[in-house]
C-alpha cells in the first residue's frame, strides 16, 4: 500500500513519455508485495514441515484472507495513488495515518469477557 502511493508520481516521466494504463503501476506495486508474500509463506511451510506441525482446518480460509488483503492493499493504494498524483502531500500524511491505523486495531488487545488470567487475547 505504502509503495502504491508514491508509484505514479516517481514514474511520471515514463507516463508522459509513453501510453499505457496508468493503474498498472500500483497494481504491479501490490503484486510484488504478493509475491514477497509468496516467498515467505513458502518458507513458513518449510518451518512447519521441519517442526512438524500439522495446520489445523482453519487453513481452508487462507486464501479467502489472502485476496481480501490483497485487494484492500490495492483498492487503499489505488486510491492513495490517485490523490498523491493530485495533492503532493500526501506523502507526508500517509505514514501518520498507517501508524494511527496500526494502533487502533484491535490486534492483542485484552478481551474483556476473558476470566482467566492469560488468556484472553485477541491476535
Do not use: C
Not at 513519455?17 to 510484488?32: A, D, G, N
Not at 485487494?71 to 501508524?99: C, E, H, K
Amino acid at each position: 500500500m505504502q509503495a502504491a502511493r508514491n508509484i505514479v508520481v516517481e514514474n511520471q516521466r515514463v507516463i508522459t513519455k509513453i501510453y499505457f494504463p496508468r493503474v498498472v503501476l500500483p497494481i504491479s506495486s501490490v503484486l510484488s508485495g504478493l509475491l514477497d508474500f509468496a516467498i515467505s509463506f513458502g518458507v513458513f511451510l518449510v518451518l512447519m514441515a521441519w517442526y512438524h506441525i500439522v495446520p489445523t482446518g482453519a487453513v481452508i480460509w487462507l486464501p479467502f484472507f489472502t485476496l481480501l488483503a490483497v485487494l484492500t492493499a490495492l483498492g487503499v493504494g489505488l486510491w492513495l495513488s490517485a490523490l498523491n498524483a493530485m495533492y503532493r502531500d500526501v506523502r507526508y500524511v500517509v505514514p501518520f495515518l498507517v501508524q494511527f491505523w496500526m494502533f487502533a486495531s484491535p490486534v492483542a488487545y485484552r478481551a474483556p469477557w476473558s476470566q482467566r488470567s492469560g488468556a484472553g487475547f485477541t491476535v
